[in-house]
């Protein structure tokens, strides 16, 4: 349990991808099953305890504290597990004799009943130390919010037993927890486990961004192209009676479009992109798909008002039949037939642009007949479906991002190899009356710049910081002072969370423009045009 | 018992410091003043430009080493454990366990008998003595660290965590942040303790006083400086640096590879006061006392009465009422937590 809850603690401090990944793989390395596996399922959402709600976490403490010097711990501290987990206070002459294993305090979580759940919980904290008693009180109130995405820990499974990702992800929802035997194959002290389970993912083909100069190398006639459509990359995968819909990484994402779900009665595994609205009459916007996003759950009226449905744009399977190894035209002959006996308002099929030259279709990527396409994909007809990111066969050719002057206002300190520079900025443009404007901050970036950009920028902010919070310095900016940066982005959602009421989508630092004056920089204005749009 | 003196007519707090009118005396003063009695060399306790200043002699060496030699009118080395006569009032300095040199002051007059014990903590620390519970009527303690969630662990776990993260990250170094009086030569000798034989390097700013240290016998073996211009970024790969705090927030903390950010304080024991300081190592290792050591000293003194100060008093106010000790707030101005 303390391997465990050292692990916790580490990670939810480590701001570095690489800097997870090894302490990820060190964990898997050095704990043995079952503890690795329950932890491993912990971090990729796959582990089900019945949860306890705050107020009971609150009640045990008060029950064997002064609720009047809880009170003062937990004003100071703001986090209800942080405090119950540092103010426990163990009973007089308690010394636990064993340090329990991350298995046992599971078991004991699992077999409790609802009455008893409390009683367990305040005797595991009794014999927990104090990052222990974190990790509990995690584990028992849903979500570790560590930072760790479950690829990132399929990843470090990777890492650990030299394999690519895309097996791990193959293999992974036909395994459940403490997945000893996934352990044993990535130590090589067993086979690779083969699954009997249906409707597994299969890992998706991705594409690469056409670069200068790619283009003239690679012969027309060669590719299809199709639309690019901005939704959500699925597959769609139905077998035996079993109905999967997963995001392009493997995880299973049905529960969240049950509507999308619901309509999928077939024999097969399709590759596409998940939109809104009806696709015989309109598509939905970026914004429209955003309301579908990121909800636990989806109520009736939402799922009405924004349907979700599948544009469809390769078979990896069709009843029975593994198509992965067919060149991508006859893929699509069979797709195209396929997609016609599914329900017109949940699937269709996404059409190909049809073009005879490059400028022809540079034209067309330009100027794309609907706001929710970010710009063409080119796949070549002979090639196979492969997992990964082969370079070659698919390519992504996006619109030219928008861009605006923006207003450097605060600059925070970065990590690792960024800590003595302030590498991430939050930039503002101009609203309000003329005479009386005002910077309101849109958006945040902290890539985009090369390394000597970076210690101008560094340098600039020491040289005008106005005042300090932490990590943060603000930065002078006003009409007169104030470093203007040219930022690029992918595009543009409505925010109720942000003052500006707009967030951007991928912002990135494209120049410095170290020879604007602030005043010259963009409006709110220009912003909430291309929102209307 | 019948006391010819009020505890408050003893000590009382003026705007100056502690003060105490029938030895017209100061502890701890925070401006200038006649005559200074120092518990120990954190700036905020030890000052420069007092007429006279009696305290042990490591704190007055210290005072020394950061001021300059002219730092008081006159000084007076005060030993632990005897007793001096200042017009009347009976002086006694005792270990406080906080840094080299820290002490407790006795006061006693009239059969009242006050210890202000300055800042102080009960875990071991093998560059200064242990701190010595007094009896006393009235205790004066410090509550940096007084709410129940501060809970220093053992500090040599703490070490223990630094050392796996350099076998985890050799290719990094680690940068510890550490006050440069006491947490920064506390921090260097528990590498030493825990087996680290590999040069340590330092900032400059903890130069004079680590050699200070050394040279009354506190072995804190090999100390390099870190701030050496010429040497190349790989040449610190796996190094353990320390330096003051602020440092690595400045330019200093570029020369080194992909640094791993550590901070050893008691602070570090909330979660969110390490994530906004930018630290992804948190040392929980504190040179005040936390909770458990404040109330254990409380009870271990015996006193009738306790004065809190600097930190968080209300907390440990209510804890002694609901233990039925009398206790109240002490407000004294001008203390920081420097030394954490």
């Known amino acids: ?533 | 018992m019948f006391k010819a003196m009020r505890a408050s007519d003893l000590l009382k707090p003026r705007p100056e410091g502690l003060y105490c009118p029938p030895g017209d005396f100061f502890i701890d003063p925070v401006r200038p003043v006649g005559r200074a009695l120092i518990t120990h060399g954190h700036s905020d306790h030890a000052r420069s430009g007092h007429r006279s200043v009696l305290a042990t002699q490591e704190t007055l060496d210290i005072m020394g080493l950061r001021y300059g030699e002219d730092f008081a009118g006159t000084t007076q080395a005060a030993a632990l454990g005897e007793t001096l006569d200042i017009n009347g009032v009976a002086v006694t300095f005792h270990p406080a366990g906080h840094v080299m040199g820290s002490a407790q002051i006795c006061v006693e007059h009239g059969g009242m008998r006050i210890v202000a014990s300055g800042d102080y903590k009960r875990q071991n620390d093998a560059t200064c003595l242990p701190f010595e519970p007094i009896r006393c009527d009235v205790f004066i303690t410090e509550a940096t660290f007084g709410l129940p969630v501060f809970r220093h662990p053992p500090d040599h776990e703490e070490i223990a965590r630094v050392l796996k993260s350099a076998a985890q990250f050799p290719e990094r170094s680690h940068l510890i942040g550490a006050y440069a009086l006491g947490k920064a030569q506390r921090v260097m000798r528990l590498l030493r303790d825990a087996g680290y034989d590999r040069p340590i390097y330092i900032h400059g700013a903890l130069a004079k006083l680590s050699e200070y240290y050394q040279s009354q016998g506190i072995d804190l073996g090999k100390l390099e400086p870190g701030t050496v211009e010429s040497r190349g970024k790989a040449d610190f790969a796996g190094a353990i640096v320390v330096g003051p705090p602020s440092a690595f927030a400045d330019r200093w903390a570029r020369r080194f590879p992909d640094p791993i950010s550590c901070f050893a304080s008691g602070w570090m024991r909330i979660r969110q006061r390490a994530k906004q300081g930018g630290v992804e190592l948190p040392l929980i290792i504190s040179d005040h006392a936390d909770w458990d050591e404040l109330i254990i000293t409380i009870r271990e003194t015996g006193a009738e009465e306790i004065w809190v100060t600097h930190g968080r008093e209300e907390a440990l106010v209510r804890w002694c009422e609901l233990e039925g000790i009398a206790a109240r707030p002490l407000h004294l101005v001008g203390y920081e937590d420097e030394g954490d």
């Open chain 1, 1 to 533: 349990m303390n391997r465990f809850a050292e692990l916790l603690d580490r990670l939810v401090l480590t701001p570095s991808r690489n800097g997870k990944l090894t302490l990820l793989t060190d964990y898997f390395r050095s704990v043995e099953d079952p503890d690795r596996g329950l932890a491993l399922a912990a971090i990729t959402g796959d582990l089900s305890i019945a949860a306890v709600k705050p107020a009971m976490l609150r009640a045990l403490v008060v029950e064997r504290m002064d609720p009047v010097l809880f009170g003062y711990s937990y004003d100071y501290v703001g986090d209800l597990a942080e405090t119950v987990s540092l103010v426990w206070p163990q009973p007089q002459g308690h010394i636990p004799n064993h340090v329990p294993t991350l298995a046992e305090v599971v078991g004991r979580l699992q077999a409790a009943s609802r009455s008893d759940g409390p009683k367990v919980l305040s005797r595991l904290l009794d014999d927990a130390s104090i990052s222990a008693r974190f990790a509990i009180i995690k584990l028992v109130t849903g979500g570790l919010r560590i930072g760790v995405s479950a690829r990132l820990a399929k990843q470090a499974l990777a890492d650990l037993g030299q394999v690519d990702v895309a097996e791990i992800e193959e293999l992974w929802h036909g395994l459940a927890p403490p997945y000893t035997e996934l352990f044993a194959w990535l130590e090589g002290r067993a086979e690779k486990p083969t699954s009997a389970a249906l409707a597994l993912f299969r890992p998706v083909m991705l594409s690469n961004a056409v670069d200068d100069g790619d283009l003239e190398k690679l012969d027309p006639a060669d590719y299809a192209a199709e639309w690019k459509w901005d939704g959500i990359r699925v597959q769609a995968v139905c077998e035996g009676g079993v109905r999967r819909l997963y995001s392009r990484t493997g995880d299973d994402v049905s529960g969240a479009f049950p509507d999308l779900a619901a309509a999928m009665n077939f024999e097969a595994a399709l590759d596409g992109e998940l939109l809104v609205g009806d696709p015989r009459e309109t598509t939905g916007t970026f914004s429209d798909l955003q309301q579908r996003l990121n909800r636990k759950s989806v109520s009736p009226k939402i799922q009405q008002q924004y349907p979700a449905f599948m544009r469809c744009y390769d078979a990896l399977q069709i009843d029975g039949e593994d198509l992965r190894a067919l060149p991508f035209a006859e893929r699509r002959k069979r797709l195209e037939a396929f997609v016609k006996t599914l329900d017109p308002s949940r699937f269709d099929l996404s059409p190909l642009v049809a073009f005879s030259d490059w400028e022809t279709l540079e034209r067309l990527r330009q100027a794309p007949p609907h706001p929710i396409i970010e710009g063409v994909m080119l796949k070549r007809w002979d090639s196979p479906y492969l997992a990964g990111r082969p370079k070659g066969p698919w390519f992504k050719w996006k619109r030219d991002p928008h861009t605006i002057d923006a207003v450097l206002m605060y600059a925070q300190r970065g990590h690792g190899k960024r800590s003595s520079f302030y590498s991430d900025y939050t930039f503002g443009v101009w609203s309000g009356p003329e005479g009386s404007e005002e910077l309101v901050p849109v958006g945040k970036a902290y890539f985009g710049f090369t390394d000597e950009e970076l210690r101008e920028i560094d340098k600039y902010v020491r040289d005008n910081t106005i005042e300090r919070f932490g990590p943060v310095r603000s930065v002078r900016a006003d009409r007169r002072n104030g470093l203007v940066l040219e930022v690029a982005f992918e595009g543009l959602n409505r925010s109720t969370r942000h003052k500006s009421g707009v967030a951007m989508r991928f912002p990135r630092i494209s120049r410095l423009r170290w020879d604007k004056p602030a005043a010259e920089a963009d409006r709110i204005e220009t912003l909430q045009a291309l929102l209307d749009s």
